[in-house]
């Protein structure tokens, strides 16, 4: 029984009493009502018959500046489709779909539709994957870090990243480049473990992708794996003359710009991929990889101490411009 059921017999069962005593205002009394209500409540009956005694829904009144439907329906959405990412990150991609509102308006229709922290909305794709896909997934959880250097191409961090053993694929890794200067981002995915043959072909691919953006490789960091210790590999920066850094033992913070990066893909790309359905080809895998990374180099804001909100083109072309202009010559009296 519902509450309108409730009050629809009540107000009958005032109705019937009034009549039985012939006394309106001892029923009204008795009921807890107005008299001037029950009489309304009983001449409602005699007009329009006793249906007209359930109650009437009220539409909610609509505010000057509230959210229009269909900007709460793209809210959800991009919530949904890229759980990771806060409410002041999702401004970037409500905007291309026309959506401009704060970031305490857009975290406050996720709160009230049950998606305010990233668990909820990690759960939401995972029971939606689920319900429509048929494939069960894991929550999981995030992690970060920072660093420095003079200019684009002084020091670029490299690293190995294990994505996961895929089902009907087998174990995918990720080799990842990113400039400590800039923060532009550069990685690809190999199959099986990465050795150190396959680390010297992504440090000529790092070499090349720099260059289109007139960026010069000069100094290399990595940790003491063996796909970056290995011949093929210290061969091949030899051969490209690239300085080679190692970091000390057990100092993952020593390669911080690039652990940090790699955090940021898990969060941002992998695990809503994952959350999403299941991923049988890593070709498809890559490619969608590169398409985040061109985001995240072009359009990507990063709000972090040394970024403040800018994105790695704007500070490869801001040092491109610093190079450019002319530099005042000191005078001699």
Request: aromatic share 6%; glycine share 8%.
């Amino acid at each position: 029984m519902t509450a309108t059921d409730v009050i629809y017999q009540r107000r009958v069962a005032a109705i019937v009493y009034a009549a039985e005593i012939d006394n309106v205002s001892e029923a009204a009394r008795v009921f807890g009502v107005a008299r001037q209500t029950l009489s309304e409540w009983i001449g409602l009956a005699r007009r329009y018959g006793i249906s007209a005694l359930v109650p009437k829904g009220r539409r909610r009144p609509q505010q000057p500046n509230e959210m229009a439907t269909w900007e709460i329906e793209a809210i959800l959405a991009e919530a949904v489709a890229r759980p990771t990412l806060g409410a002041g990150r999702l401004l970037e991609h409500l905007a291309d779909r026309e959506v401009h509102r704060s970031k305490s308006g857009v975290q406050k229709v996720l709160s009230r539709h049950g998606l305010g922290t990233r668990r909820q909305r990690v759960a939401a794709l995972a029971a939606i994957t689920a319900g429509t896909a048929g494939v069960v997934s894991r929550a999981a959880e995030p992690f970060g870090f920072c660093h420095w250097a003079a200019a684009p191409g002084d020091l670029v961090g490299l690293d190995a990243f294990y994505v996961g053993k895929l089902k009907g694929i087998g174990p995918v890794w990720q080799l990842t480049a990113v400039d400590t200067h800039s923060r532009w981002a550069i990685a690809e995915l190999y199959l099986g473990r990465v050795n150190s043959r396959m680390a010297g072909d992504f440090l000529r691919l790092v070499l090349t992708r720099l260059a289109d953006i007139d960026i010069e490789l000069s100094a290399i960091v990595t940790d003491n794996g063996p796909e970056f210790t290995g011949k093929a590999f210290t061969d091949t920066a030899a051969a490209l003359d690239v300085d080679h850094h190692r970091t000390p033992p057990r100092s993952p913070d020593h390669n911080a710009v690039c652990e940090r990066l790699q955090g940021t893909i898990l969060e941002e790309f992998y695990r809503p991929t994952f959350h999403r359905g299941r991923v049988g080809d890593v070709a498809l895998l890559n490619r969608q990889l590169q398409g985040w990374l061109h985001r995240y180099n072009t359009r990507r804001r990063n709000h972090g101490n040394w970024m403040r909100g800018r994105t790695p083109t704007e500070l490869v072309e801001s040092a491109q411009r610093a190079e450019l202009s002319p530099r005042p010559v000191a005078s001699t009296v």
